[in-house]
């Protein structure tokens, strides 16, 4: 038979080991705080094993539990001395939640548990502190209905208030006995209104209760929330901890408290925490009353004059302090702790690895391993990797006022906040102007490469994590909000309405990319600071790590950041929003219109020297390091115009009539573009676009190499391959283009064909296509809609709750489908190599910088993994990670 509850303190130990997955993270630190003598009120736990049965069972509890349950309160009983439900010296108990990791404020707590209105009586004598034993009761009455009746929880503060204001009390403090007992009265009055039902007296019965509110709160929608945004799985459990209760609120010699064994926004090396004296635990995290500093230099840095904890209980504070010592000892990491001192008596009530910012993170991690508590290998595995967001962009400043309008999806992290501009245009003039600006748009696409530039930051009414949008914002590191569906563009007028808000065009507005929060006027901004800290931990995770990490890049610019950030190179440069420039969208036109071939390599030519340039500026910023140059892969009719007052224009630049560009937009148009007439299949069609390209590559390459004495290695991607035999036309064209300049210009430098795997076909037959292409890229953003059906801009309607229902762990857009997708790759993986040993394998999608996607290209062996610019730390510290984990 199962067992479900395990007991700890008084020197019992049934087995638990501190076993978080059993016992949750709170009950196995409770059970590893007791171990180690600590002073912990005996208790026992529920296991989170209980919970995933009592869901899959319908919310039932096996008959087992019941004497298991009577047989941890008989633990309890025999170690205070108390009985739970006694009259005379009654026994309370905590009720509180515990997940394998903290979910802090999302799940349910009960205190005092076993009042009633004998018990009350009992304790008020035992302790000889009525009001204590009165403002206790009143307190667990206000607790029980709010988490386990469910009932209005403003109601019984609203009673609280009103008793205060005709007492004329401002702290709770300051009622008496006689007070709070006459509240108890109102509070059971409201309890019997709203619920139809007296108030429970029984304490098994309110056990049992908050039993299951702690086990409902696991799916509750705040903590489906929370496991959603932190990639918890929702089939974990929580557990269910029981405690004998310690009192914080019994004079002045009780306390509360909530400390830190370092600084956790900072990463100091000192103390940090708040207390309250005679509260109780919730007054402080609740802040229905202003906690004091625990440390005396804390109160003195903020000029506080309330007595520190420090001051005002010293030899209190001592024992704490080697506490605090102890237990950062013994787990080797940051604790955030709290404790209760009940009448000069310290209790330790929970202890947990803290959270911590980022900056704190790093310094934490390398102070820690400097200081020789932990390895450095430790140091590299213990850094959130998703967390190294926070340095690398602006933040909003914590303490500055926001006018909170709307929020969409925090789909590009980084803070800006500009001028509304409608269209890219206005963007780019404002930006040439000195003006900042934000681009809103219904949803963007890569005609807007260039007010997307201009832009600080870009909101979009429509589009998911992983929508045009958001990959391109990321990639140049600028902050993005998409899926905003609360926002209505109006574009004719240059409106935006926003609920009951209205703003126009070159009102001032801020986006938050790492919250989705979009706000009025202009919130100041914090500037990234890549201390000394960030550089050392760098350094120790690239001695671990075996995965390359190159940048999805595609200017100089991109590049330069990407080599600052450490990229090994360009794992994916797009070169289809260098033809969307201004300058030479014309002559791509002129291409498009043209009906014959000799029309169309006019054209081109045109295009050869602007695309020589690029390449040239890309390759002098990567020198010596491999690029990898995506050829051609929309489709040709997304550089036509769309909408009628852009077609005379269109028309008159490039020397035809308005009819015939109509007629060759229509002829282009396609009813499902990204299955259509694009990738390869552009090259197939229309060789010479292939060819210019490939010309402009060599060309640029031997350029470099001339100039700096050190030649880039050019690997030329060919798209949306799906047969070996549109790679081997395309080869040809690229290896022919490359013998021709050769000979041209009496020199050469080493390249490689390959193919970006982005299609099912190509994964199974990845053997046959590996006889010609010399380098795979799995292009994981098309992968995965080709393979799961589901189009990525418009996933974000529905996906969320995909993930709710727990048909998707996580959006497949934003960390790899393993199952499916990740299985793809590695038959395409094995198959490649059975025909080409050695061929060189990569990433390629917005996976490339998600750090669960790069452990599982770490388990399949893949050779390097490619992100944007801002996500290049993130991804050597996640490949890092992974190479630990992997040993």
Request: hydrophobic share 40%.
């Amino acid at each position: 038979m199962s067992k479900y509850v395990f007991r700890f303190g008084g020197g019992v130990d049934d087995g638990g080991k501190g076993d978080k997955n059993l016992l949750g993270g709170k009950g196995a630190n409770l059970d590893g705080m007791a171990a180690i003598g600590l002073p912990v009120p005996p208790g026992f736990t529920i296991t989170t094993e209980m919970c995933t049965r009592y869901y899959a069972d319908g919310e039932t509890y096996p008959e087992s539990l019941n004497a298991e349950v009577a047989n941890g309160i008989a633990h309890i009983e025999a170690v205070t001395g108390k009985k739970f439900g006694d009259a005379g010296d009654p026994l309370l108990v905590s009720v509180r939640s515990g997940a394998r990791v903290s979910m802090p404020g999302m799940m349910d707590t009960v205190l005092n548990l076993g009042l009633n209105d004998q018990t009350v009586e009992g304790l008020a004598a035992v302790s000889g502190d009525a009001r204590f034993a009165w403002d206790s009761y009143r307190r667990f009455i206000q607790m029980y209905s709010d988490v386990v009746l469910e009932l209005d929880h403003g109601k019984f503060e609203e009673a609280l208030e009103i008793a205060k204001e005709d007492r004329g009390a401002y702290l709770d403090t300051e009622l008496t006995a006689d007070d709070w007992r006459a509240l108890v009265d109102e509070y059971k009055a409201l309890v019997l209104k709203q619920w139809g039902k007296p108030f429970p007296q029984d304490v098994h019965e309110q056990l049992w209760g908050a039993i299951g509110a702690v086990f409902g709160s696991w799916q509750a929608d705040r903590a489906k929330v929370y496991r959603r945004l932190n990639n918890i799985p929702g089939d974990w459990g929580t557990a269910v901890n029981v405690q004998a209760m310690v009192f914080g609120n019994m004079g002045d010699t009780s306390a509360t408290g909530v400390a830190f064994t370092r600084d956790p926004a900072t990463g100091e090396n000192a103390y940090y925490g708040e207390y309250l004296i005679n509260a109780q635990g919730e007054d402080v995290v609740a802040g229905i009353r202003t906690p004091q500093y625990l440390t005396t230099a804390a109160r003195e840095r903020a000029g506080a004059k309330p007595l520190s904890m420090e001051e005002a209980l010293p030899e209190t504070y001592a024992e704490l302090a080697n506490v605090f010592h102890i237990l950062e000892t013994h787990y080797r990491d940051m604790q955030d702790i709290e404790f209760t001192v009940q009448q000069g008596k310290l209790w330790m009530l929970q202890t947990r690895s803290g959270k911590r910012t980022a900056k704190a993170a790093l310094k934490i991690a390398v102070d820690m391993a400097n200081e020789g508590l932990i390895t450095r290998e430790e140091a590299v595995a213990r850094v959130d990797a998703n967390a190294l967001d926070q340095l690398l962009h602006p933040t909003l400043d914590p303490k500055a006022p926001r006018d909170v309008l709307t929020k969409g999806l925090p789909a590009s992290p980084g803070a800006a906040s500009g001028q509304i501009v409608f269209d890219a245009e206005t963007a780019e003039r404002l930006n040439e102007l000195g003006e900042a600006v934000i681009l809103v748009r219904i949803e963007t696409s890569p005609e807007d490469i260039h007010g997307m530039h201009a832009a600080k930051g870009i909101l979009t009414a429509r589009g998911g994590m992983t929508s045009h949008a958001a990959v391109v914002a990321r990639g140049m590191g600028r902050p993005c909000v998409s899926g905003a569906g609360g926002i209505s563009i109006d574009a004719p007028n240059r409106l935006l309405r926003i609920g009951e808000r209205l703003l126009k065009e070159r009102d001032i507005i801020t986006i938050d990319g790492a919250t989705g929060e979009v706000m009025a006027g202009e919130v100041p901004t914090v500037q990234p600071e890549l201390a000394g800290d960030f550089g050392t931990l760098m350094v120790w995770a690239d001695g671990v790590r075996r995965l390359k990490v190159r940048a999805n890049a595609e200017t100089p610019a991109d590049c330069k950041t990407a080599r600052e950030f450490g990229a090994e190179g360009v794992g994916l440069c797009r070169t289809e929003h260098m033809f969307f420039d201004a300058e030479r969208i014309t002559n791509v036109r002129q291409m498009i219109l043209a009906e014959t071939e000799a029309g169309r390599r006019e054209a081109l030519a045109k295009l050869l020297p602007a695309q020589r340039a690029d390449f040239f500026g890309i390759f002098t910023e990567m020198a010596g390091l491999p690029v990898t140059i995506r050829l051609l892969d929309p489709p040709l009719h997304e550089f036509l115009p769309h909408e009628d007052v852009d077609f005379a224009d269109v028309a008159a630049a490039a020397g035809v009539s308005v009819e015939i560009l109509k007629r060759r937009a229509a002829e282009l148009h396609e009813f499902n573009p990204m299955l259509g007439h694009r990738g390869c299949r552009l090259g197939v069609t229309y060789p010479e676009i292939y060819e210019m390209q490939a010309r402009a590559i060599f060309e640029a390459a031997l350029d470099v190499a001339k100039a700096s004495g050190e030649a880039p290695i050019p690997e030329v991607m060919i798209p949306l391959v799906a047969t070996r035999r549109e790679l081997e036309l395309m080869k040809d064209i690229v290896d022919k283009t490359a013998k021709a300049v050769f000979a041209e210009r009496g020199a050469s430098v080493d390249y490689l064909v390959g193919t970006m795997i982005e299609l099912p076909r190509a994964a199974l037959k990845a053997g046959e296509i590996a006889e010609v292409g010399e380098f795979f890229s799995f292009g994981t953003n098309d992968l995965t809609q080709t393979t799961i059906g589901i189009s990525r801009d418009d996933a974000g309607r529905f996906l969320t709750q995909y993930v709710d229902k727990g048909i998707f762990a996580r959006d497949p857009f934003i960390s790899l489908d393993v199952e499916g997708v990740g299985e793809l790759i590695q038959i395409a993986a094995e198959r490649g190599r059975a025909t080409r040993a050695g061929i060189k394998l990569g990433i390629c999608g917005e996976h490339g910088g998600d750090p669960a996607s790069i452990a599982f290209c770490e388990q399949t062996g893949l050779d390097y993994v490619s992100a944007s610019p801002y996500r290049v730390p993130i991804a050597r510290l996640a490949a890092a990670q992974a190479a630990l984990a992997k040993k």
